[in-house]
């Protein structure tokens, strides 16, 4: 198993929100609508693997025109 993935390095949704700026209610109406960043659901528990978030804000980079 890769280390992110590993219980220990899994996010919360309070560290997700304060890496990306966003507030924690933004993260719970993109799960509630299915859409934008994955998450891992343990019972009642969310969380967010590293490796998913860095994916997830590769895609969202946008290059400058030359």
Sequence with gaps: MLKDNSP???L???QVAR???VPV???SRWRSE???LPYVKIGRVVRYRP???AEW???KVV???P
């Design 8 to 10: 220990e390095n899994l």
């Design 19 to 21: 890496i990306l700026g």
């Design 57 to 59: 804000l590769e895609t």
């Design 51 to 53: 490796h998913d978030l």
């Design 63 to 65: 290059s400058p025109r």
């Design 34 to 36: 299915r859409r934008e």
């Design 25 to 27: 209610s933004t993260l």
């Design 12 to 14: 919360t949704p309070s």
